[in-house]
């Protein structure tokens, strides 16, 4: 009867011989973790001035509804109150959204920028990962070349 062969030891050698290198694991956590806290950043900054602009036209808004609210002597004086409520409003609707164009256009380009960093970042990592990987299994593969002779 033959024997068969139990490569189970030699399976284990060459599965050693192949170690996996987590820290290539960490560093492209580490690069993707600071590149969503400084996209968060970006986000939350925004949202800020967002609603700062948003509070100051709700302010100013209601401060032109109290002037026209006054009471008038004159009933033309109703219809002249009421235009200029709408000419006031009409511009500060204009000036308001081209702030919030202007929020939105420098979160564009922060996030342009933070894209470009992190995608130069990420092929760097990756770039010295495969290298060290490449290595690692040269060393290995000529390791075991040796241990079969």
């Known amino acids: 009867m033959t024997n068969t062969t139990d490569f189970t030891a030699a ?7 192949f170690p996996v290198d987590t820290k ?3 560093e492209a956590f580490k690069t993707t973790a600071t590149l969503n806290e400084k996209l968060s950043g970006v986000a939350l900054d925004a949202a800020e001035k ?11 808004t209601i401060a ?9 002597e004159d009933p033309a004086d109703y219809a002249k109150a009421i ?11 204009a000036e308001n959204v081209a702030a919030f164009a ?15 960093a ?6 760097e990592d990756a770039t010295a990962a495969v290298k ?7 060393a290995a593969a000529k390791k075991a070349t040796a241990a079969a002779k």
């Open 11 to 17: 399976l284990k050698d060459a599965m050693g011989a």
């Open 24 to 26: 290539a694991m960490e």
């Open 50 to 60: 967002s609603a700062e602009v948003s509070s100051k036209w709700t302010k100013d």
């Open 64 to 72: 032109k509804l109290a002037d026209m609210s006054k009471a008038k």
């Open 83 to 93: 235009t200029d409520f709408a000419a006031a409003t009409a511009e500060t609707a």
């Open 102 to 116: 202007e929020i939105a256009k420098k979160v564009q380009m922060d996030t342009v920028e933070l894209m470009m």
């Open 118 to 123: 992190a995608g130069k970042d990420i092929s």
């Open 132 to 138: 060290k990987a490449t290595d690692d299994v040269t």
